[in-house]
């Protein structure tokens, strides 16, 4: 049986899984890195630290399955998406640190764009909206502020790249010289705002409108495509294809098997990500969404809506560090359950602005609704809660926009994510969207895409088709609450956010 090593590289920690061809886990490994806030605002990370911990990942993995990289048909490289950096190509050396996907500093020339009236170009040529989200203000902020950049990358000395193109360069011989590979893939060139997703090529009008020089630029792939092979010190002499790469969010979609019209999945980490294929078609949203590149098993382009939420499972995580109201992100649910219901409280996450579908960048968090008998319980399910909420607007948005151009309407939602085990949670998401809510087997949906999306480009799976074959609910989550209680809750929530927003 073919073992498949995937790299999942996320915003918080890499990891590693080797999974058998059934696309059972035999092995996991991960490790955490640090996060570098130099500003407020600001949110970083060490390339070379993510290199180090995910090679780190990659040797323990495989320890653990007991095999050894001769064992291992393939490589399926998986990353958090939009983060971006530079480095040298004669060195490998990063120019500073990657600027995160959450990293707000591109919205002076964010708004920059949209007062000279560029955001209808961008939003045609790339499908997403203006926002220092993506990639392109992040590195046109490093050629603008990093000493040397700008000369560099005029003289081609210079690679820009998202991590999967990071990871695949440090794979492949980390220097020109060793013959290290630069390029990336569709998924990943799609959340980039350089990158035509009509004509399926990096546009020269918007390098041109951000002033950046196209040799800087990754060559682009299909998602499954054997890239490169790993270079003879990575393994001990042994060369393994490294046979997919996708972003974190369209490889969860593929491994959720995701491949046609009408099929969506939400996955609950750091953030929340909401994706829905819509086949070769693509749909402009009206509501706050963005169109993008699903992972592509060949080189026919296709498409999905998306929408993010940008502080998920995040909320937590400031339960457990900021509020101190648990130790453990695991005790969340417990406490919540403390208590019926939230109690009329209502909490807006927008440590770093609202995403989609209302992207407000510089709106606050808050916390409303506090009565002298709230308790940290009623804020820990109101924190919860306001995942769901979140993720409930997206879908809204997502269904408006596809009635409306007669597309397939989503009647199940596919779930992923470490949130994803909170039964709490999932029952309050299926209750507030009216349909079912289904958990696989297999949670690890953005590592297992990866290895799926490697093992069709080598060989290993014959098709789509035996793929989906393979997907297995673990635990369906069935609407309980009644619709008129779940649609005044729903309102309650887009008042705390018009609130949130007005402030």
Partial sequence: MAHILALDQGTSSSRSIVFNEAGEMLAIAQQEFTQHFPRPGWVEHDALEIWRSQLATAYEALRKAGITAAQVHAIGITN???TTMVWRRDTGEPLGHAIVWQ???GEALCQQLREQGHEALIRERTGLVVDAYFSATKLAWILANVPGARDLASQGKLAFGTIDSWLLWQLTGGTAAQGAVHATDVSNASRTMLFNIATQAWD???LALFDIPRSLLPEVRPSSHVFAHTADSIFGGTRVPV???????????????????GLAKNTYGTGCFLLTHTGGRRFDSHNGLISTMAATPDAQPAYAQEGSVFIGGAVVQWLRDGLQAIEGSHQVEQLALNVPDAGGVVFVPAFTGLGAPYWKPHAKGAILGLSRGTTVA???RAALESIAFQSAALLQAMAADIRAGGG????????????????LLMQFQADLLGI??????????????????AGLATGVYAG???LAAKWRVERRFMPTMPHAQAEALMQQWQKAVSQVVAD
């Fill in 204 to 206: 020269d009008e918007l």
């Fill in 464 to 466: 789509l088709d035996e």
């Fill in 103 to 105: 990293d707000r500093r």
């Fill in 378 to 380: 009623h804020i820990a």
């Fill in 408 to 423: 397939t309407e989503v009647s199940e939602l596919r779930v992923d994510g470490g949130a994803c085990r909170n039964d």
């Fill in 243 to 261: 046979a997919a790469m996708a972003g974190d969010q369209q490889s969860a979609l593929f491994g959720q098997a995701c491949f046609t019209p």
């Fill in 80 to 82: 958090q998406r939009e």
């Fill in 436 to 453: 079912p809510v289904a958990r696989p087997q297999v949670t690890e949906t953005t590592a297992l895409g990866a290895a799926y999306l």
